[in-house]
Each structure stands twice: as structure tokens, then as C-alpha cells.
């Protein structure tokens, strides 16, 4: 299943809106809550296609049948970048378990790179409902990658993966890499430049979120 949310019109639009403009990426704390509000929205849409359970809730005047969520997913991270996204999740899932991979790129040539995963903290995710958190889907093998690293934790009885933006190629690499997965995307570029980045994008989350790498 691929959900693209902006394919409907909603408050997720104009939040979306500010991200990309660069009359507004200036300001890092409205870019870090414009993506923490996205996660939020992501999050309840999510919330939707996840399996419920009948708990009944005691009133002070009776008691009421409530469909409530079978169980918590784990909240799984890529840093730096997916933070404040993470966040957002965390706000609505906020009994949930949290993991963290780092992955970067390392570059080979000037436009050439590896996926490199190198720090990994998570709870077991076995038979768990994972989702997968990073705020651009790009390639794709990003996440893959971190998908295949968390497997070292259990095997998740679903997946769930979510990104601010992803290019049309980083859709078709998960749907063909991971097409257990269902994917829920606030919105799709056509297109990726020379250097695999997305366009016409909102340039790196990560520095716009935390400031520049050296």
C-alpha cells in the first residue's frame, strides 16, 4: 500500500509548504516543528491501519465499548535527520518503544556513495509493528539498509515506512527491496539530481533541523 497524504487537501499542505521555501528554512525552529506537526499527522494516518482491540473503559456512568490499539509499534529512527520527525510520532504513539540507526552516505566518488550503518539501538522488534522513520526518501537504500540492520533485533510482523518526501525512484526501490512494507510519503518528487538528491525537494532536513555538518 502507498499512501501520498498531499494527494488530499489538509493543513499537511501548507506545513509542507514552509519546509520547502527558503524564505523560511532560516528559521531551524519552525523547520523543526513544520516536520514535527508533519509527524504528528503522519502518525494518525498510520493510526488507521493499525489492528484495535476492544477494551472496555468505566465512566462515571457506565461503561463504554472503545476500539483502542492492539498494540504499541516501535518508533525506528534514522539520526540526525529523522528526529524531529520521530518526534512528531512520539507525540501520538507515545507508549511506544524507540530505535536509532545511524546511515550515512559515504562517498566513493563525487557522485558515487555507500550506505554505511554504523550505530544501532533497539529493542527487540520481534513480531512487533515496526515503522520506519526518515524524512526523505531518496534512493531508498537508506532504508533498506537500516531495515536490514534492525532485523539483527527480530522479525517485525509488519512494516511501516514513512518519509516527509521521497523521489519517485526511492518509492519504486522499497516497493521492489521491500514490498511487505506499506508506505505513507507526505509527498513525491519527480526526480533526483546528479548527486541523488531530491528535486525539487527541501534540501538536507538534517542541516535545516540541527545546522551544517563538517
Do not use: C
Amino acid at each position: 500500500m502507498l499512501q501520498i497524504l498531499t494527494q488530499q487537501p489538509s493543513l499537511l499542505n501548507d506545513f509542507l509548504a514552509e519546509l520547502r521555501d527558503v524564505s523560511v528554512q532560516t528559521d531551524r525552529a519552525r523547520f523543526r516543528k513544520n516536520v514535527e506537526r508533519i509527524g504528528e499527522i503522519l502518525a494518525y494516518e498510520v493510526s488507521k491501519k493499525l489492528d484495535r482491540s476492544i477494551y472496555t473503559v468505566q465512566t462515571p456512568l457506565g461503561t463504554h465499548e472503545s476500539k483502542v490499539l492492539l498494540e504499541q509499534p516501535v518508533l525506528a529512527t534514522v539520526l540526525r535527520a529523522g528526529l524531529a520527525l520521530h518526534q512528531g510520532f512520539l507525540n501520538y504513539f507515545d507508549k511506544s518503544d524507540s530505535a536509532y540507526v545511524s546511515a550515512y552516505r559515504k562517498h566513493t566518488t563525487a557522485h558515487e556513495f555507500e550506505i554505511v550503518v554504523e550505530y544501532l539501538a533497539s529493542p527487540s522488534i520481534e513480531g512487533k509493528t515496526l515503522i520506519l522513520i526518515d524524512p526523505m526518501l531518496a534512493t531508498g537504500r537508506s532504508m533498506f539498509l537500516t531495515y536490514k540492520a534492525l532485523l539483527t533485533k527480530g522479525k517485525p510482523s509488519r512494516v511501516i515506512v514513512v518519509s516527509l518526501i521521497a523521489s519517485e525512484q526511492g518509492v519504486q526501490y522499497i516497493q521492489q527491496h521491500m514490498p511487505q512494507a506499506d508506505i505513507f510519503i507526505a509527498d513525491v518528487d519527480p526526480s533526483l539530481d546528479a548527486n541523488s538528491y531530491i528535486v525539487p525537494g527541501l534540501g538536507d532536513a538534517g542541516d535545516l533541523s540541527f545546522g551544517e555538518k563538517l
